[in-house]
């Protein structure tokens, strides 16, 4: 028998809570051992729910008690939440947590202690919700360099972009209003909407495959909030769909990561995952291409990969377990400025001739026209490098908007 | 350092020769250890390629060797392949499998020949090539009760279908013909286009998922010999996909399983996937729907996967991996007889009057009708279990086709 505490019973940790018991017996053969929760911390009361008898509003009841072995943390935030995971990999505790900020913001220094300590700290909720994609990484495609990853990692964004596409003219800020209407946008939705998660859970993924740290404020992020129902339309008419991408890529120059709205066609493996859905594509130096796709959010599949979490920790009880995250250096990223794309660009009307001038001084550009959008017109950039687009931007003025093809 | 030996210097074995090699530095350090490959068995001769140092022609040679801990076998085929493997287990030596044929076979008896010495079968390979399908179940969603898996497992057949579908009218013939050219589809290709290679692979993930051994004999299978490019074009018209889809389910009677070509609509997650590449949706309890894409075959996508293989068998050098098919008893499959699914039936025109008397006594059948087939008529059945539907066909006399609706 192996205890473990949790630590927060809110949506997550009560999910945890309910896998746990619900799916006990097969757990417990999975992870060679009986897995009793000791303690579960949290400063409410929950009368009647069965977490009663093991509740406790103080935390040294759980750093304290030797008996425990893994501690879940899915407190969120980073205040008290790093300092008892701290607490917790010095008292020689494996931690298991699905807390993406915590991680991407500290996850070099607590592994280290988790390594001094000779403890796990386990992070598989923190990306892609329910898909295992961590554990894909470190125990899976164990073989390839993994040269690539390209994820739909934030169920918000693509709700909402999902609902604009499915509403043909149905505006950003309505589709947001109605998602936290439903619960899947936060009232402060500007960690979802302006890209700030994704480029978290990116730069986990990138510390894991890559092996030194990336640090997510080094990633140019760019969010969906200035994606219009306009856009949207265009993107339709010509068969692609809006997608909020977070990639990491191995190149010549470097490792190059951004999160930023793309045009998908048809053809990309990402186009048709919908609604809350989240995917992470994978490219292998051997294994070629493969996609996890998944849940990316919700009570019970984000406590189904965090238990996951705590069978792994049970499973290497005295013994660590391999991360690829693990030079203490961190990773300086390789400039963007260099990447050819080309860019859907929508201007007004008048300014037709100066776009031709500006972006296409060699030939004519294509131009897309929507019925009812009659001041304005849309046109696709020949390749251009997002230095050259910049400057080029700069030059030719006012546009409407613009997205980068993939 | 630990030692391995390659039973087998063909596609698959080579593929695994070079992966090694060429990804060395990667993989020992997630292995824990240097890796070496000490001897390579092949009846053959290779002049000047870098296997010659290391090749055998006498199985003894890798047998008696007691510094090779891992055995990784691409031979294929139950006889030697059996024969090696059993040997090798009984050495206390681990080995490594993409051998489907022998580990639907004679799994059962390997597993607890590799458990009464302290040792592990692994056979990522067997399954969905390059997908790391059995990793997953094993390791990764272990929170989960997992009670349902579909797959399109065989990426010759899903080559046809896709090119029977994107080459409006092309026969399966000729499609079967230029696989064959191209090297997509074996001389015989009766494993695949029958359906038996997906037979054997659900049962494999079947047993994994539900503990118990799942007979790839037990199990319905149908293959698409008799899909036609009018099926196709039907197909194609109503907007939906044949795909060959494998699947076992956990039902209230028991566990059911088939392999049969099934009509997709575009919001299934397996509607998508085309060409040779493999895909496993899964359903867990508590993670709801996960799919797994990737390459089904080729020499370095399955030597990816047994590669990983050799990674775990070297992390638990002198310890046991868990595995979900730990039971020996064999599992009982449920009839499919209750199963209630919707039916696309092709008949002669002349046949329609009689045709709803039998399909939809009660009602009136929807048609469909394409321009250039004018002697024919299909429509869509109103539910019927697989007993009724057979009973009613029986009744009705000759059909054209008939494909199943997911």
């Known amino acids: 028998m192996i205890k473990a505490a949790i630590l927060g019973y809110g949506t997550v940790g009560s999910g945890v809570f309910n896998v746990i018991k619900e799916n006990s017996e097969l757990i417990n053969?999975?992870?060679?051992?009986?897995?009793?929760?000791?303690?579960?911390?949290?400063?409410?009361?929950?009368?009647?729910?069965?977490?009663?008898?093991?509740?406790?509003?103080?935390?040294?009841?759980?750093?304290?008690?030797?008996?425990?072995?893994?501690?879940?943390?899915?407190?969120?935030?980073?205040?008290?939440?790093?300092?008892?995971?701290?607490?917790?990999?010095?008292?020689?505790?494996?931690?298991?947590?699905?807390?993406?900020?915590?991680?991407?913001?500290?996850?070099?220094?607590?592994?280290?202690?988790?390594?001094?300590?000779?403890?796990?700290?386990?992070?598989?909720?923190?990306?892609?919700?329910?898909?295992?994609?961590?554990?894909?990484?470190?125990?899976?495609?164990?073989?390839?360099?993994?040269?690539?990853?390209?994820?739909?990692?934030?169920?918000?964004?693509?709700?909402?972009?999902?609902?604009?596409?499915?509403?043909?003219?149905?505006?950003?800020?309505?589709?947001?209003k109605q998602a936290q209407a439903n619960g899947f946008a936060e009232r402060d939705p500007s960690a979802d909407i302006d890209g700030y998660d994704p480029a978290r859970k990116i730069a986990i993924l990138s510390s894991i495959i890559f092996g030194s740290s990336v640090d997510y404020k080094d990633i140019y992020t760019e969010g969906i909030r200035k994606i219009s129902a306009e856009d949207i339309k265009y993107a339709s008419t010509m068969g692609y769909a809006v997608k909020?991408?977070?990639?990491?890529?191995?190149?010549?120059?470097?490792?190059?990561?951004?999160?930023?709205?793309?045009?998908?066609?048809?053809?990309?493996?990402?186009?048709?995952?919908?609604?809350?859905?989240?995917?992470?594509?994978?490219?292998?130096?051997?294994?070629?291409?493969?996609?996890?796709t998944g849940a990316g959010a919700g009570s019970l599949p984000t406590a189904s990969a965090v238990v996951a979490d705590v069978i792994d920790a049970a499973r290497h009880d005295g013994k660590r377990a391999y991360c690829g995250w693990r030079h203490d250096e961190k990773l300086a990223l390789a400039s963007n400025d260099g990447i050819k794309r080309r860019y859907l660009v929508r201007i007004y009307t008048e300014d037709q001739g100066k776009a031709n001038s500006v972006f296409a001084p060699d030939g004519f550009l294509d131009t897309i026209s929507i019925g009812d959008l009659e001041e304005e017109v849309a046109f696709i950039t020949p390749e251009l490098s997002e230095k050259d687009f910049e400057t080029k931007e700069k030059a030719f003025g006012k546009i409407i908007s613009r997205i980068r093809f993939y």
């Open 29 to 176: 053969s999975r992870a060679g051992q009986e897995i009793e929760i000791k303690h579960v911390l949290d400063l409410r009361k929950f009368p009647g729910d069965p977490v009663e008898s093991v509740l406790t509003d103080n935390f040294e009841d759980i750093a304290d008690d030797p008996e425990v072995k893994i501690v879940v943390e899915v407190m969120g935030g980073i205040g008290a939440a790093y300092e008892f995971t701290k607490r917790c990999l010095e008292e020689g505790k494996n931690v298991c947590t699905s807390n993406k900020e915590l991680v991407a913001e500290h996850g070099l220094e607590l592994m280290r202690i988790a390594r001094e300590n000779d403890v796990n700290y386990f992070f598989e909720a923190s990306c892609g919700g329910g898909i295992p994609i961590i554990r894909a990484l470190n125990d899976c495609l164990t073989a390839d360099d993994i040269d690539q990853i390209t994820g739909i990692l934030n169920g918000t964004t693509n709700f909402i972009l999902t609902e604009m596409t499915q509403n043909d003219g149905v505006s950003f800020s309505k589709v947001l």
């Open 244 to 292: 909020l991408l977070a990639e990491a890529k191995k190149t010549g120059d470097g490792v190059r990561a951004y999160v930023a709205p793309f045009l998908l066609d048809q053809n990309h493996p990402l186009y048709s995952i919908n609604g809350v859905m989240n995917a992470v594509y994978v490219h292998g130096n051997m294994l070629g291409d493969a996609v996890f």
